[in-house]
Structures are given as C-alpha cells and as structure tokens.
T-cell receptor, first 111, second 115 residues
Framework: SQQGEEDPQALSIQEGENATMNCSYK?????LQWYRQNSGRGLVHLIL?????REKHSGRLRVTLDTSKKSSSLLITASRAADTASYFC???????????FGKGTKLSVIP | DGGITQSPKYLFRKEGQNVTLSCEQN?????MYWYRQDPGQGLRLIYY???????QKGDIAEGYSVSREKKESFPLTVTSAQKNPTAFYLC??????????????FGDGTRLSIL
C-alpha cells in the first residue's frame, strides 16, 4: 500500500498567519483524507476529498487535490495557537480498503 | 456522546508476557482498525475488521492477535512474539470500510512500554 509524503516536516508560524502543508503520492487514489493529532491524543478527521473533487472547505480549512500532479494541500487560514498539532494526510488507494498515513507535518503556532 | 474508548491509557509489559489492549465503540460502526504509531512516524495498520467474527491482517500483523466477537469491541493482544512492542496504539472505526469514502474515528490511544 502506498504512503503519502507530507511537506514540510515541521512548520512554525505566528498566530494569525496562514499555514500550508502539502501531501504527494505516487499511485491512483479513491480518496484522500486529512487528520489532526494533538500531542499524546488520537487523530481527528478534518476533511475527506474524493478523487473526482478539486477543492473542499470546512471553516478555516481549505483542501485542494490535483490528481494530475498527485498532490494535495491543506491550508489553515488565520491560524490560532490551538491549531498547534501534527497534521497527517491519509490515502485510500483505488480498490483498497486500507487507509495509509504519511509521517505528518508538525505545526507550531506561536501566540 | 458517541465515541471510541481505549483502555488503559498506559500499559507496561514484562518480557514474555502477553498484554491485551481494549477498544470499545458506541458509534454502531461496522469497521474497526488497530494502528501502531512510533515516534515521528505515521500510523501503520496492524489488523482491521469489517464485520463481527471477521478480521484481516494489515501491514504489520506479526506478533499481534485480535478478536471481534461483538460489534462494539475489538481487543488487540500484543504477544510475546512481538519483540519491539513499545509504541502508541490507536484504535479506529468507520461506518464501513474506508474504501467506501468513509472517514475514521479514533480513540485516544494506549501507550505501551517494556519493563
């Protein structure tokens, strides 16, 4: 099963700034999902984007998907200290029942 | 409120000992999953189950065993055959298997360490 690769591995920004993190992959997908993990906690689902979709929004979150480039991005606008967490992309491969996770981007939002 | 409960939060294993991690969900989900997370790493799938009395191996099943006797429960046993069990273990569930465009809901994990 393939794994997504997040970039950057770590990101530090000031409160109020926007944060962008990217996920690249190599083979066909059924859907791509983004999750957040606070330190020592479980993962929380943020957004699911299907392979035939190009963009989705949820509050301050915007996810794009470019299947021709095999990449996705997660944008968090007007970041807050509470957004400090690790963010993972997870891939559901075409024809697969598994969800494979990348190593994540660690976001630090400085008050 | 519906959710997934994992227990215990912290667990210590002695050499040669089997330990069992509990996972209970009240979301009425059919599919359940066990993942292992090592520091600075993504999640790796250990086992998954799409229905009661059925489960499948994931990418790193060696040294682990599971059962699915009830829809709500999916316990994971870390056996003595797992030589490097120290990790953070996460249980998840979804209405159906993820291939059907289903997000997964996670518990808060169990941290397992070797004594």
């Amino acid at each position: 099963s393939q794994q997504g690769e997040e970039d950057p591995q770590a990101l530090s920004i000031q409160e109020g700034e926007n944060a962008t993190m990217n996920c690249s992959y190599k083979t066909s997908i059924n859907n791509l999902q983004w999750y957040r993990q606070n330190s020592g906690r479980g993962l929380v689902h943020l957004i699911l984007i299907r392979s035939n979709e190009r963009e989705k929004h949820s509050g301050r979150l915007r996810v794009t998907l470019d299947t021709s480039k095999k990449s996705s991005s997660l944008l968090i606008t007007a970041s807050r200290a509470a957004d400090t967490a690790s963010y993972f992309c997870a891939l559901s491969g075409a024809g697969s029942y598994q969800l494979t996770f990348g190593k994540g981007t660690k976001l630090s939002v400085i008050p | 409120d519906g959710g997934i409960t994992q227990s215990p939060k912290y667990l210590f294993r002695k050499e040669g000992q089997n330990v069992t991690l509990s996972c209970e969900q009240n979301l009425n989900h059919d599919a359940m999953y066990w993942y292992r997370q090592d520091p600075g790493q993504g999640l790796r799938l250990i086992y998954y189950s799409q229905i009661v009395n059925d489960f499948q191996k994931g990418d790193i099943a060696e040294g682990y065993s599971v059962s699915r006797e009830k829809k709500e429960s999916f316990p994971l046993t870390v056996t003595s055959a797992q030589k490097n069990p120290t990790a953070f273990y996460l249980c998840a569930s979804s209405p159906q298997l993820t291939g059907n465009n289903q997000p997964q809901h996670f518990g808060d994990g169990t941290r397992l360490s070797i004594l």
